[in-house]
């Protein structure tokens, strides 16, 4: 199973919208509504920041949010702030032997 | 409040195993499950496997398969994860986090409490 495609880096400057794109296939994005996003800031555990496709947990700020459309799920992050610069990782379960697959990572920058 | 607090940081030879624990508290242990996730250094996240605490049912990522072992001790609450033949590659940060995982065996396919890591390091 290999990891969901994202972008590298994605950069934004304060206030400013960025997206967040997560490629999978018809066997993990496509086929299911169990994506999830964690943003991980250096030497911390990742925080869960979307379940489900689109759901928030309680806590996170609403300027989160996430949507899926076919094999390609998106984390919109809105009004950014400097407290967003941290990677985000999106994650599916699959139908293959390994059943939960993370994805490459994204570097997010606010500048 | 919910909490899962693991083990301290490891050296280990290779060929060698390692063993994490992760002690769970602020909540049911058996209503939920606990996976494991390991990060090596610089690297994204990686699922290991995981374990229902309700049943002790796990699976595990393919790759990993034969070399890992995932247990829980319900009277303390803990999950235990063991990887055996150590290399250099195994070298990483592993996280233990909570899913959900009822008596029905329905799953919440996703982590929403996770440990502070625990650095495991493989080298001669």
């Known amino acids: 199973q290999s990891a969901l495609t994202q972008p590298a880096s994605v950069s934004g400057s304060p206030g400013q919208s960025i997206t967040i794109s997560c490629t999978g296939t018809?066997?993990?994005?496509?086929?299911?509504?169990?994506v999830s996003w964690y943003q991980q800031h250096p030497g911390k555990a990742p925080k869960l920041m979307i379940y489900d496709v689109s759901n928030r947990p309680s806590g996170v700020s609403n300027r989160f949010s996430g949507s899926k459309s076919g094999n390609t799920a998106s984390l919109t992050i809105s009004g950014l702030q400097a407290e967003d610069e941290a990677d985000y990782y999106c994650s599916s379960y699959t139908s293959s032997s390994t059943p939960y697959v993370f994805g490459t990572g994204t570097k997010v920058t606010v500048l | 409040q919910v909490q899962l607090v693991q083990s301290g940081a490891e050296v280990k030879k290779p060929g060698a195993s390692v063993k994490v624990s992760c002690k769970a508290s602020?909540?049911?242990?058996?209503?939920?499950?606990i996976s494991w996730v390991r990060q090596a250094p610089g690297q994204g996240l990686e699922w290991m496997g995981w374990i229902s605490a309700y049943n002790g049912n796990t699976n595990y990522a393919q790759k990993l398969q034969g070399r890992v072992t995932m247990t829980t001790d319900t009277s303390t609450s803990t999950a235990y994860m063991e990887l055996r033949s150590l290399r250099s590659d195994d070298t990483a940060v592993y996280y233990c986090?909570?899913?959900?995982?009822?008596?029905?065996?329905?799953?919440?396919?996703?982590?929403?409490?996770w440990g502070q890591g625990t650095l495991v390091t493989v080298s001669s």
């Open positions: 602020g909540y049911t242990f058996t209503s939920y499950g």
């Open positions: 018809s066997s993990d994005v496509g086929g299911y509504n169990y």
């Open positions: 986090a909570r899913y959900y995982y009822d008596s029905s065996g329905f799953i919440e396919y996703y982590f929403d409490y």
